[in-house]
């Protein structure tokens, strides 16, 4: 009788820890979401596009093309990055205008 009273306080301790860490990681998760969704609700807002997930992949591939362009012309390439700036702003404005 005592065995079986020692593995059910066993279980019963151990389900209590792994349910203390699911709760845990369940509310930082949720923190992590809520962050990231009014980070991209407030970015959005700010520069006057919709908060959709084509907007924002639109604006970081525009982003990414300035950034091309600033190294194109560190690397003394001003025809590329001539491209690449005109490519990056004309994404960027269609976004924003």
Same mark, same amino acid.
Request: glycine share 0%.
């Given at each position: 009788m005592q065995v079986e009273g020692f593995f059910d306080w066993l279980g019963h301790a151990l389900g209590t820890v792994i349910r203390f860490i699911v709760d845990g990681l369940s509310g930082l998760l949720h923190l992590i979401g809520n962050a990231g969704r009014? #980070?991209?609700h407030g970015l959005s807002s700010a520069l006057g596009i919709t908060p959709s997930l084509l907007s924002i992949v639109a604006l970081v591939i525009g982003l990414? #093309?300035?950034y091309s362009a600033v190294r194109a012309f560190m690397r003394r390439?001003?025809?590329l990055g001539i491209i690449w700036l005109l490519l990056g702003l004309w994404l960027i404005s269609l976004l924003i205008g």
């Open positions: 009014q #980070f991209l990414l #093309f300035l390439s001003v025809v």
